[in-house]
């Protein structure tokens, strides 16, 4: 509040965000610590890498957008007010060939085996392990079924459902049915 006769100081202007520390993975995703990601990889935008407790992502994993991977939690820390002086920390391990879907959260202690999906917005509980081959959903995340590779591979490419084809646009704008906001029957 200011002081009578006392001039107001200027507001200090917030720092501007500086762009985030390099990485091989992705340009806009965050890399805490020194994850051990396996070759051949794939890491979304907007997404986490915490390696602060120990991150390994095995070989030919793909972290959509938005995911984030946690080694570590201040929860402890913060709601006994610091009575706890530490940050937590336990090491996660994603298997090989995982995916993480869009969204998706991994919190620290949890073992994903190969080959597993974790499915988008799906949050893994602290210290979760799930065996290979895991369908894994849902807040908090379950085991929700078994990831078939053969009948993967015998489905072939998904095909663009019917619906989603564009219309044909009109050729004359006297066929587009109207005035702007104009409904039928008016």
Not at 28 to 40: E, F, I, K, R, T
């Amino acid at each position: 509040m200011p002081t009578p006769g006392k001039p107001t100081p200027a507001p200090t202007p917030a720092s501007p965000a500086g762009p985030l520390p390099p990485n091989p993975w992705n340009a806009l995703c965050w890399v805490v610590g020194s994850p051990d990601v396996g070759p051949g990889c794939w890491v979304g935008a907007f997404t986490m890498l915490d390696g602060s407790g120990g991150l390994r992502i095995g070989a030919g994993c793909e972290v959509s957008s938005g995911a984030q991977i946690l080694t570590h939690s201040s929860m402890r820390r913060t709601v006994t007010a610091r009575a706890w002086p530490h940050v937590d920390r336990a090491p996660t391990e994603l298997g090989d060939h995982c995916f993480v879907g869009t969204n998706a959260t991994i919190l620290m202690g949890t073992r994903i085996g190969h080959h597993s999906v974790i499915a988008a917005g799906a949050v893994v509980k602290e210290f979760s392990d799930f065996p290979p081959y895991s369908l894994i959903a849902g807040v908090p995340a379950t085991r929700r079924g078994h990831v078939d590779i053969e009948a993967l591979q015998a489905r072939g490419p998904v095909a663009t459902p019917a619906w989603y084809a564009p219309a044909e646009a009109p050729s004359k704008p006297e066929q587009a049915g109207g005035a702007v906001g104009q409904r039928e029957g008016r």
